[in-house]
């Protein structure tokens, strides 16, 4: 077996898809329903960012969420694909693939937001 193959194989292993969700306990997510996915975020209003950063070396990875008011994120989910790593590999660190899903806590009187004082 030659080097190349075994790097090749070893490529292959490597898991690349990956996700992670942040879920809020103190809300209740914005309702939508239009909404018609088959995951877990059916009926709710999901924003969705799916870009590509162009980045320098010492560029910050900027933070372009569109805010959410007072009471905050309800659920964000951060997903990874093989895509996004060929792309981070082959631009050595030049650009970034950023996939995010956010759903923002429904605004209501009767949600208390400890975090805002309130009880």
Known sequence: MTPFMLFVLVWFMVPVDY???VTSRDGVGE???????EDELRGMKVNVIDTVLHLKATD???LFIQDCGEV???RVQVS????????????????R????KYV?????????VPWLGQQ
Request: aromatic share 8%; hydrophobic share 35%; charged share 20%.
């Open 97 to 100: 693939k950023v996939n995010v």
């Open 19 to 21: 996700s992670f969700t």
């Open 31 to 37: 309702k939508d329903p239009t909404n018609l996915s």
């Open 104 to 112: 923002c806590i429904k605004p209501s009187q009767d949600i208390a």
């Open 72 to 74: 905050g994120f309800y």
């Open 60 to 62: 910050e990875i900027p």
């Open 80 to 95: 990874q694909t093989l895509s996004g790593f060929v792309l981070h590999t082959l631009s050595l660190g030049r650009k």
